[in-house]
Nanobody
Framework: VQLQASGGGLVQAGGSLRLSCAASGLTFSNYDMGWFRQAPGKEREFVAAISWSGGTTYYADSVKGRFTISRDNANNMVLLLMNSLKPEDTAVYYC??????????????????WGQGTLVTVSS
């Protein structure tokens, strides 16, 4: 299984970025997908997740209303559109998979496969 995250970069506060995660080596529609992030000196935290069908999405309170997660099962992709970015959104962003039978979860330990991360830097 490989998850390849991309789309990170440097952006000014108030700007937008779109992260992508391409999955291979798995039956993509069997998995819920999540995004997590880890800021310098902090623990990795949940950002957003989407069910296998795309019918259910949920977000951390810190990004609700600003970030949108979506998926394209035909192309084995999950996206994270990030608007109104803040300096506190600066982090390495990781995509991860979770078996759909496990249900809704924000817990890192429930996610089995992880991508390598993509760095997002928001300047003030």
């Amino acid at each position: 299984v490989q998850l390849q995250a991309s789309g990170g970069g440097l952006v000014q506060a108030g700007g937008s970025l779109r992260l992508s995660c391409a999955a291979s080596g798995l039956t993509f529609s069997n998995y819920d997908m999540g995004w997590f992030r880890q800021a310098p000196g902090k623990e990795r935290e949940f950002v957003a997740a989407i069910s296998w069908s795309g019918g259910t999405t949920y977000y951390a309170d810190s990004v609700k209303g600003r970030f949108t997660i979506s998926r394209d099962n035909a192309n084995n992709m999950v996206l994270l559109l990030m608007n109104s970015l803040k300096p506190e959104d600066t982090a390495v962003y990781y995509c991860a998979t979770k078996s759909r039978v496990l249900g809704r979860s924000q817990k890192e330990g429930m996610y089995r496969y992880w991508g390598q991360g993509t760095l997002v830097t928001v300047s003030s």
